[in-house]
């Protein structure tokens, strides 16, 4: 399968959110650096309103700090570069740069933007978002990230999941942090 093709494909990066803080996820350079690489093949980012908003608070600054890392350099640059979605029914596009709001005809709108010539998009958490995305069969490929901690609660991976959705794995790879990283592609009918 090409990730460079004439249309875009919805990739789903998940981190399974507990109530929006992330501090028991296992990160390193090896993590970062094949983030990367995804972030090479995607010129548009999807979110949901609570992530993008995290995300815009900072992103847009991360790589000017004195203190930033190679990876908040680089993930600056892309996020201030890459076009931008959200998904919500309460925030407006006015004012925002470079960003598209959906907050209705989810299926129509993000099919039209698939057609469109481009690399790939990116979900990067944005739990709430990615269950109305997959209800509308709508995620192209799957990377789920299984972090070496049981969290016994949180927004559930595959909440309101009507349909049974195919995988077929693509790959796998493990992170000296104990994280496995598991690529699925969507099977289609």
Not at 124 to 150: K, Q, T, Y
């Amino acid at each position: 399968m090409e990730l460079f093709n004439c249309t875009k494909n919805v990739k789903f990066n998940l981190y399974h959110i507990l109530n929006g803080e992330m501090d028991w996820i296992k990160v390193d350079n090896a993590i970062f650096d094949f983030v990367g690489t995804m972030t090479d093949q995607a010129d548009t980012a999807l979110y949901g309103r609570v992530t993008y908003e995290m995300m815009q608070s900072y992103w847009p600054t991360a790589g000017e700090q004195p203190n930033a890392s190679k990876h908040d350099k680089e993930h600056s640059a892309w996020y201030n570069k890459v076009s931008k979605i959200v998904l919500s029914k309460t925030i407006s596009e006015k004012g925002l740069d470079n960003t598209i709001v959906i907050g209705d005809r989810l299926e129509d709108n993000i099919n039209k933007i698939k057609k469109q010539e481009g690399k790939n998009i990116l979900i990067f958490g944005s739990p709430r978002a990615s269950h109305s995305l997959l209800r509308e069969g709508l995620i192209d490929e799957f990377w789920l990230f299984v972090n070496p901690v049981i969290l016994g609660q949180g927004i559930p991976l595959f909440k309101g999941a009507t349909e049974t959705t195919k995988l077929k794995l693509i790959e796998t790879k493990t992170f000296p942090c104990g994280v496995i990283a598991l690529h699925y592609e969507t099977k289609r009918n």
